[in-house]
Structure formats: C-alpha cells, structure tokens
C-alpha cells in the first residue's frame, strides 16, 4: 500500500487557524481604499507569511485577486500544482535551473540584471514558445534586488534588440512603513526616470508598481496600475498609524490546549535557569508549544497568553518544544483547555504586535517564524 493512502498522523493541538473570510474581506477593503484602476498583486511568498499560501491564494483566487507576488520560483510551482490559476509574478526572479519548469507554469519573472535575458531568450525558444514578458526591477533606494539607475539604459537597450516583452517597471520601497514620504518620493522620481528610458526606447506600453501595504495606504500617487500589499491582507497594518485608513481583520489565531496542571509551593523555580520563582503557592500548566515552533525564546518574561478568558503570564524560559504559565489567577484551568497565543478568547486579544515587542522584532518576521509542526488549518 503506499504511504500515500495512510491516514493522515494526528497532531498535537498546536495549530495556527487562518480564516479565509477574514483574507477575502481584507482584499475587499484594501480595493475599497485603493484608486479605482489599481490592480492587486497578492504578495503570498514566504508561504504567505507563515499563514499557509495555498489556503490563502485559494481565498485571493476565489476573491478573484489580479496578481499573486511570490519569492521563488519554487513557491509559484506549488501553488500551481495545487490548482492556482491566477497570475504568479516570482519576486526575487527565477535561477537559471528553474527557468524551464517555470515558464512551462507560467510564472513570470521579475528580472534585475542584463545576465539574466539571454537564458530567459534560450528557454522560451528550448519551450518553442514565445519569450514571457517580464517585469523589470529598478533599485531606486532600497539598496537591495533591482538594476540601478545608472544600468537601466544598457539594460533596456539590450531587452529591445533581443526582443524581450517587458510588463512592467517596477520598485520596491525603503522607508513606506516608516512613513518617511521624501524618501519615498525620491525613489518615485528614481522609477520614473526609469520608465522613461523603456519608452523613449518604443517599448509598447507597460505597467508600474512599487507600493507595498503603507504605501498603498497612504500615498495615493505610489499606487500606479499595480500595488503589491501583504501584511494588509493578513490583517494588519505596518505602523499604528495607519490603522485607520482601511478596516482589517487578523485571518490568523495561534492557539493550543493545556496538557498539564501542577499545585507548586510559593519559591518553586520554573523552567531552565529558575529565570521565574513562584511568589505563592501557585498553579502551573504545560503548553505543547515552544521556540521550535516560532514561539520565541527571547519573549520569556514579557509575553501572556489567554486561558478561560483571562490574560496570564508565561513563567520561566520558553523552551523549544514547551512553555509554563501561570494560571494562580485562572484556578478554573483544566487539562485541555484551549489556550491563545496569537487572537480573540472572551473579552480579551493577545496580538501580533505584543509578541513582536516582546521579541524585539516586527509582526513580519512572527508569523513566518511560526514553525512547520504548528498545521495551518482554514477556517471560516
Ligand atoms: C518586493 C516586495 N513587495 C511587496 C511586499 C509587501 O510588503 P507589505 O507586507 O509591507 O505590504 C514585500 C514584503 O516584504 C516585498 O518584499
């Protein structure tokens, strides 16, 4: 028999709940917001930061989403073996080994360097096919992927005699999340002299972008024929002050159950290192998550979770595959009690944000943390 038609290993109760209504309804609130010409390309790479990507292009596709933004290669073949038919533009661009399985899924490659063009040439003409129009990547101020301005006249020159089609122009910005618009504008301005070379060139008309989520929302004249938001469609925005520009909802929950109770008397030392002694005679319980799973260590001290709707701290180290806390103060705490670490219980939220603070990171880096033991599951 093969192992495909084994039952599926049931797992621990550690799991990450991603609705897809909540995904749906932050598409249709971004495009409420949005210039009404703006199209939406889905950023969905890094398996839609942490929040399962076929679940979630499944909801964008059906929300019917103009785009989905991907890092690699690899991430676009995935989505289109699961049924995806939805446009795939590979972000980071596709490496030369790729190139033939990825034409032959119609992905399309972002490009950011004249090497790239003539194996691009050599693998549509290997398909018999024609050359894929590409999307063109310009540094214009983020010091990362793209040509710079100064090799974009070369670039072009080289892309119009081999007869590559180019879809768009395109940019990524530095400093939108820190809402430090004269930066912006200036890489704008960068990507403008950029888009002026393709057409004084008589490349036919192609499209723009370069706004991610706080650039979407609060720089109208970042929002070309394309945006490429991510975090938006999560639920989240990058900065607080953006929070009332566009209604989100949180798609994710990370939620677990308590697997063991124990009474200790007041001095007990918790977890490596004793970092948390117990003031009172106290009750401590066992959760089946830990750093390994993107719960992580360095939150020890500063992070709660929700049990029986009441907000309690995380006592001692969190180790790699278990976390203690306290719940003295939730004496109604069981065995098997369903416990938050990211969402809604009762009255109370335990956020993102709280646990990127406590972690001294962002929201991003959180959610593409949660590890590949904790199963993505959709929900309503
Ligand atoms: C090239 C590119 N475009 C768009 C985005 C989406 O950014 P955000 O999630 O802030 O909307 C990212 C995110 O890292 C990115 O790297």
Not at 5 to 28: D, E, G, M, Q, Y
Not at 169 to 193: F, I, K, W, Y
Not at 358 to 375: D, K, N, W
Request: charged content about 20%; hydrophobic content about 50%; overall charge positive.
């Amino acid at each position: 028999m093969s192992s495909d038609l084994r039952p599926a290993v049931p797992v621990r109760p550690t799991r990450a709940l991603v609705s897809a209504s909540a995904i749906a309804h932050n598409l249709a609130e971004l495009r409420r917001v949005l210039p009404r010409a703006t199209s939406i390309i889905g950023v969905v790479k890094a398996d839609a930061y942490g929040h399962g990507a076929v679940l979630v292009a499944r909801a964008l596709a059906a929300a019917r989403v103009d785009w989905l933004g991907v890092a690699v290669a690899e991430e676009g073949i995935a989505l289109r073996e699961a049924g995806i038919q939805t446009p795939i533009l590979v972000l980071d661009g596709i490496f030369e080994p790729q190139l033939d399985l990825a034409l032959q899924e119609r992905l399309t490659p972002v490009v950011f360097s004249e090497a790239q063009l003539a194996p691009l040439a050599a693998a549509a003409a290997r398909r018999g096919g024609r050359i894929p129009a590409v999307h063109v990547k310009i540094d214009t101020g983020m010091g990362r992927l793209g040509l710079l301005p100064g090799e974009v006249g070369g670039f072009a020159a080289l892309a119009r005699s081999m007869g590559i089609p180019v879809a768009a122009v395109m940019s990524h910005l530095a400093n939108a999340d820190t809402g430090d618009e004269e930066t912006s504008r200036a890489q704008m301005a960068r990507l403008d002299a950029a888009v002026k070379v393709f057409r004084d060139l008589g490349f036919p008309p192609f499209e723009q972008h370069l706004a991610n989520t706080a650039a979407a929302l609060e720089m109208p004249e970042a929002c070309r024929a394309l945006v490429r938001p991510g975090l938006a469609l999560y639920g989240h925005v990058p900065a607080p002050r953006l929070a009332d520009k566009v209604r989100l909802r949180p798609a994710l929950s990370w939620v677990t159950e308590i697997l063991q109770i124990k009474r200790v008397p007041a001095g007990y030392p918790v977890s490596y290192g004793g970092l948390y002694r117990t003031a009172r005679p106290s009750s401590l319980a066992v959760l089946p998550v830990g750093y390994a799973d993107g719960y992580r260590r360095s939150m020890t001290g500063r992070i709660a979770v929700l049990v029986r709707g009441r907000r309690v701290p995380v006592a001692g180290a969190i180790t790699m595959d278990l976390t203690i806390i306290d719940v003295t103060d939730a004496p109604a705490a069981r065995v098997g009690d369903p416990v938050v670490l990211i969402g809604r219980q009762g009255e109370d939220e335990i956020t993102v944000q709280e646990l990127a603070a406590a972690a001294g990171t962002i929201p991003y880096e959180i959610f593409c943390g949660i590890g590949p033991r904790v199963p993505r599951v959709g929900v309503p």
